[in-house]
């Protein structure tokens, strides 16, 4: 039997290495309580707003409200359909492309993680740049040479040639994207099928998983 020092020496020797272990476990009760914040942390991100994807954005609002602006101080039309068309037109781009401005300078995007804000903002640039210019094409053929039509004309094919080039960016960085998350996947199922072999060639781990 053992004596009464080498007990207290080798229960000395465990509460010291339960401490030790203890300290260095990550889950360990904090003295402090932990509160759950849901604030929303919003901040204007200036590195988008310097960037070429901000600067796009930035244009593309510009022109779409002076396009719209423009169409609005005709005041006489016959006919109307290609100055009603351009005006829906504009005033739709300045706002749908104004408000993905707001989410992307803001980081609000980041919110949201279930959209593809990469194809979303790809959707909405493809989609404007081509009613931009069917909606120029149609107002330069029926308008009646006055000061605001053709002023909005002009702003429609510089916004139409904005988007155009945002276009081909933000399907660069669409693709780009797409196929990062193929490679993510095809690694994942790479990784689990290297598992399940393994599994499978160790006969001694499925008689004990089973």
């Not at 510009?62 to 396009?67: D, F, H, N, R, S």
């Not at 993680?113 to 990469?118: A, D, V």
Request: include cysteine.
């Amino acid at each position: 039997m053992r004596n009464a020092e080498e007990v207290d020496g080798y229960e000395g020797e465990a509460s010291s290495s339960s401490m030790m272990s203890g300290a260095s476990s990550p889950y360990q009760p904090t003295t402090e309580p932990v509160t759950a914040t849901h604030r929303l942390a919003v901040r204007c991100d200036t590195d988008y707003l310097r960037s070429v994807f901000g600067i796009l954005k930035l244009l593309e609002v510009v022109l779409a409200l002076i396009a719209f602006i423009c169409i609005e101080t005709v005041k006489e039309c016959l006919p109307c359909g290609g100055l009603y068309f351009f005006e829906f037109v504009s005033c739709t781009a300045f706002v749908v492309t104004g408000l993905l401005l707001l989410m992307f300078s803001l980081n609000l995007h980041t919110k949201v993680p279930q959209i593809n804000w990469n194809l979303t903002d790809l959707i909405n640039t493809v989609i404007s740049a081509v009613v931009f210019f069917i909606a120029a094409i149609v107002l330069a053929a029926m308008n009646h040479k006055r000061k605001g039509e053709i002023a909005a004309v002009v702003f429609g094919f510089l916004a139409a040639g904005v988007y155009s080039v945002n276009s081909y960016l933000a399907f660069k960085i669409w693709r780009l994207s797409a196929r990062r998350q193929m490679a993510q996947t095809s690694e994942y199922t790479r990784a689990r099928s290297e598992s399940r072999g393994e599994v499978e060639t160790r006969p001694e781990i499925q008689r004990l998983e089973g």
